[in-house]
């Protein structure tokens, strides 16, 4: 069965960075792009960023272009979150996601995924 395990969150002052992780299994992970959500309290889950199923392409949110990164190992079915220039407004759990099309290149609506992680949570202070 498809697994999606994320680690990596935790507390860090606003300016620090994280890295988180999303270890994948049950499906072919080479072939399925993969994506990053959040969702802060009383608020809906959002999009961070996606990448292709063999990573070149990537796409971010607004409000995380320039400061987060998504990338993957295809070799380890890893696929990564590096945070820098937090801020307290990034405080959510961070969701990571597949894709439910095969060879896809880009999903930001989270219709486009059917298997979500448990989620991580990543709280930035003032």
């Known amino acids: 069965q498809v697994q999606l395990v994320e680690s990596g969150g935790g507390l860090v002052q606003a300016g620090g960075s994280l890295r988180l992780s999303c270890a994948a299994s049950?499906?072919?992970?080479?072939?399925?792009?993969m994506g990053w959500f959040r969702q802060a309290p009383g608020k809906d889950r959002e999009f961070v960023a996606s990448?292709?199923?063999?990573?070149?392409?990537?796409y971010y949110a607004d409000s995380v272009k320039g400061r987060f990164t998504v990338s993957r190992d295809n070799s380890k079915n890893i696929v990564y979150l590096q945070m820098n220039s937090l801020a307290p407004e990034d405080t959510a759990v961070y969701y990571c996601?597949?894709?439910?099309?095969?060879?896809?290149?880009?999903?930001?609506?989270?219709?486009?995924?059917?298997?979500w992680g448990q989620g991580t949570q990543v709280t930035v202070s003032s």
């Open positions: 996601a597949k894709d439910r099309r095969i060879l896809s290149i880009r999903g930001i609506a989270s219709e486009n995924y059917d298997y």
């Open positions: 049950g499906f072919t992970f080479s072939t399925y792009a």
């Open positions: 990448i292709s199923f063999r990573g070149p392409d990537t």
